[in-house]
């Protein structure tokens, strides 16, 4: 049962243009999200994350959009350059409260993006 | 300010033999995460821990898989009689002792390591 969704396993997009990768979750209980990128033979380093009282986050180049109703988000890359060629995560948190009162996050399969030059 | 250190990065076994993963979380993480990133999948969680305790082990298969997080030392992913399926990315992630950012703060909360990856022959 896959709760948190990537559709799209590739994408392609030329540079300078924008990137929009999608995500959608089924857990209505989840509350904060977030985005990696991954590099192959490297670990996945954190872009940018968002909480459930907001539909926007920006951080320069990348934006994170939140639609509630829709159980949809999704990541913006503008303008989009060679380098951000990777593969992109969102996770989100289940909302379920562990004893310690800490949360686990579930990862979707991922969307390799290639920015072509 | 040393990050998450995982190691080894590569690990080849035979099958049957026992592998062991270890996990050094960032200073001032008490909480480890581990995922396995099977080819051309995503990241599966697979248990959470803190010291001493694992919280939530419901991604770890019933069998030949166990995690710990002493009180001393790194956490340990043990892979006993591994099979060829077992061939895979395993990331390990802290994070502090509330993964859970104040609402609307857009901040990280979980950190990785670069990753082991196990190779099973």
């Known amino acids: 049962d896959q709760q948190v969704k990537q559709n799209s396993p590739s994408l392609s997009v030329q540079e300078g243009r924008i990137s929009i990768l999608n995500c959608d979750y089924t857990n209505s209980m989840f509350d904060y999200f977030l985005w990696y990128k991954k590099y192959p033979a490297e670990g996945p380093t954190f872009l940018i994350s968002i909480s459930s009282i907001k539909d926007k986050n920006e951080d320069g180049r990348f934006t994170v959009f939140l639609n509630k109703s829709a159980k949809h988000l999704s990541l913006h890359i503008v303008p989009s350059q060679p380098g951000d060629s990777a593969v992109y995560f969102c996770a989100a948190s289940d909302g379920t409260v562990t004893t310690s009162g800490t949360y686990k996050y579930i990862f979707g399969t991922g969307t390799r993006l290639k920015v072509l030059a | 300010n040393a990050g998450v250190m995982q190691n080894p990065r590569h690990l080849v076994r035979r099958r049957g033999q026992e592998a062991r993963l270890r996990c050094s979380p960032m200073k001032g993480h008490s909480h480890v995460y581990w995922y396995r990133q099977l080819p051309e999948e995503g990241l599966k969680f697979m248990v959470y821990?803190?010291?001493?305790?694992?919280?939530?082990e419901s991604g770890m298969p019933k069998e030949r898989f166990s995690a710990e997080f002493p009180k001393e030392g790194p956490s340990i992913l043990r892979i006993q009689q591994v099979v060829r399926g077992d061939s895979a990315a395993y990331f390990c992630?802290?994070?502090?002792?509330?993964?859970?950012?104040?609402?609307?703060?857009?901040?990280?909360?979980?950190?990785f390591g670069a990753g082991s990856r196990l190779t099973v022959l």
């Open positions: 821990l803190q010291k001493e305790n694992i919280i939530d």
């Open positions: 992630a802290s994070s502090p002792v509330t993964a859970r950012p104040t609402p609307g703060a857009g901040a990280n909360v979980l950190t």
